[in-house]
């Protein structure tokens, strides 16, 4: 089925290690953007792209990293985890040109960082 | 800068009844605005979107919501919640460019037998 798909699905990490959280879709859609979301603070803004070979930063993009190198991948790595950074991250992809203009979100990916 | 505001955390209603949620938003331009819902353990759904035209628009699963440019107010309406209604929803505002959404916090719906 077409969607965002991403993994894992759960991950624990011990402070300091690094990981990537990977995103995949296969709508062709040009914007790809991480959130994390947090009890009581809806979602925040990680990182964005707009299209292959394109990132920026947004609201929280601090200990984050991200690359675009098609456009059908948008990983994000965390650097050095801190247990700041637990949280559910949601990756979500659009397309201005889509009928349905406006987010197709993964289910998301529990982080715990102890 | 943009910004949501979703003022109820939480919200209570009789199934059958009807729902009105919340959503003011700080925007410089004509905004992009957009209504989400998330059941427990899952990712968001878009219910609708406004761009233009018609301030009134309809959504899936028989949702609506008003834009009322003058309040700075994209509020969402259901004329008889079901049960099944019962999740998180999320108000959000952009540009065209969907990458840079913000949300709102969210309003809770509980859905009472």
């Known amino acids: 089925n077409a969607g965002v798909t991403q993994t894992p699905k759960f991950q624990v990490l011990k402070t300091g290690q690094s990981m990537t959280l990977q995103c995949a879709q296969d709508m062709n859609h040009e914007y790809m953007s991480w959130y994390r979301q947090d009890p009581g603070m809806g979602l925040r803004l990680i990182h964005y792209s707009v299209g292959a070979g394109i990132t920026d930063q947004g609201e929280v993009p601090n200990g984050y990293n991200v690359s675009r190198s098609t456009t059908e991948d948008f990983p994000l790595r965390l650097l050095s985890a801190a247990p700041s950074q637990t949280s559910v991250y949601f990756c979500?992809?659009?397309?201005?040109?889509?009928?349905?203009?406006?987010?197709?979100f993964g289910s998301g990916t529990r982080l715990t960082v102890v | 800068a943009q910004s949501v505001t979703q003022p109820d955390i939480h919200i209570t209603v009789s199934e059958g009844a009807s729902l009105e949620l919340r959503c003011n938003y700080s925007y410089g331009a004509t905004p992009y605005l957009f209504w989400y819902v998330q059941s427990p353990g899952q990712g968001l759904q878009l219910l609708l979107k406004y761009f233009s035209g018609d301030t009134l628009v309809q959504g899936i699963k028989g949702f609506e919501a008003e834009f009322k440019r003058s309040q700075s107010s994209f509020n969402l309406r259901k004329p008889s919640v079901h049960w099944s209604d019962a999740a998180e929803y999320f108000c959000?505002?952009?540009?065209?460019?969907?990458?840079?959404?913000?949300f709102g916090d969210g309003t809770t719906l509980t859905v009472k037998p």
């Open positions: 979500a992809s659009g397309s201005i040109r889509s009928r349905n203009y406006g987010y197709t």
């Open positions: 959000a505002v952009g540009s065209g460019n969907a990458g840079k959404s913000t």
